[in-house]
C-alpha cells in the first residue's frame, strides 16, 4: 500500500494534508511520534519503501493509521507477506498499542492461528454472508456452522497426535447467480432439502449466532 517512489516522510504529509490543518512542523512532529509508537527510528521518515524490510513497511502502514489517533483500525491481511516470527512481533506490537491508546481493530485474514491468538470475537464469513459470529474460543472449540467445521479440519495443529487434514469439497458460488437457499448447502455434508429452497436467518445459540437450519429448536435432518 505504499508508495514505492515517495519517501515515507512524503506519504505522512500527503495523509495529514489531506485530513487536518496541521502545519508543516506540527506534521513532521507528529510522524516523527507516530513511528516511535511502532519502534522505528524517525530518521526512517526519509527512507522509501524499498529501503525498509517487510515488517518495518507493515509497521510504517500502521504508523500512518495511527496519525489522527483512531477509535478502529481495520487491517487487511495485516501479517501476509511475513514470516512467522515478523508476524508474531508485529501483532504483539499492536496488541501493546491497543492496550496503550484504547483503540480498536477488526483483523480481515485466513490466518487461522493469528485468529486464535490475537482475537476476542471472530466473524467467520462464506459468500459474503455472516456464518458465525462469536467468542474465538468457543467457536474454535465447539464450532456450530458446517463451513465454521470445515475451515478448521482444514487447518494443522502442532499440538497433539497427527491427523489427516480435510479440505472442503467443491468450489464457492457465483455471486451474481448466489444459491436460492443456503450458501454453503452445495457443499454441505449436513445439507438436507430445506438448505436448498430456503435461506436460513442468523439464530441465536448459548450466545453465539449461527446462520444454519441445523441450530432451529426442534430441527429433524430430512435424508
Avoid: W
Avoid at 515517495?6 to 496541521?22: F, P
Avoid at 518495518?56 to 483512531?70: E, S, V
Avoid at 498499542?97 to 485468529?115: K, N, P, R
Avoid at 465447539?142 to 467443491?170: D, M, N, Q, V, W
Amino acid at each position: 500500500a505504499l508508495n514505492p517512489v515517495l519517501t515515507v516522510a512524503a506519504q505522512m504529509r500527503d495523509a495529514c494534508e489531506a485530513h487536518s490543518t496541521m502545519t508543516k512542523r506540527q506534521i513532521e512532529e507528529r510522524s516523527r511520534e507516530v513511528l516511535r509508537l511502532v519502534s522505528i527510528d524517525p530518521v526512517h521518515l526519509h527512507s522509501y519503501p524499498h529501503q525498509l524490510s517487510g515488517g518495518m513497511r507493515q509497521r510504517a502502514m500502521i504508523a500512518m493509521a495511527l496519525l489522527f489517533t483512531p477509535e478502529l483500525i481495520v487491517m487487511d491481511e495485516p501479517t501476509s507477506a511475513l514470516d512467522v516470527v515478523g508476524q508474531r512481533s508485529l501483532m504483539v506490537q499492536i496488541k501493546e498499542l491497543q492496550e496503550q491508546l484504547g483503540f480498536a481493530v477488526i483483523f480481515v485474514t485466513h490466518d487461522m492461528s493469528l485468529v486464535r491468538h490475537f482475537s476476542d470475537r471472530l466473524l467467520v464469513m462464506y459468500a459474503a454472508q455472516v456464518a458465525e459470529l462469536g467468542r474465538t474460543r468457543q467457536l474454535f472449540e465447539k464450532p456450530l456452522h458446517p463451513y465454521t467445521h470445515g475451515l478448521l479440519e482444514a487447518f494443522p495443529s502442532i499440538h497433539g497426535a497427527k491427523e489427516r487434514l480435510l479440505g472442503i469439497p467443491g468450489s464457492p458460488p457465483d455471486l451474481l447467480r448466489p444459491p436460492a437457499g443456503c450458501r454453503f448447502a452445495p457443499r454441505c455434508p449436513h445439507a438436507f432439502a430445506r438448505c436448498e429452497a430456503e435461506r436460513p436467518q442468523l439464530l441465536e445459540v448459548d450466545g453465539e449466532r449461527v446462520r444454519c437450519f441445523l441450530h432451529e429448536p426442534a430441527t429433524v435432518e430430512e435424508p
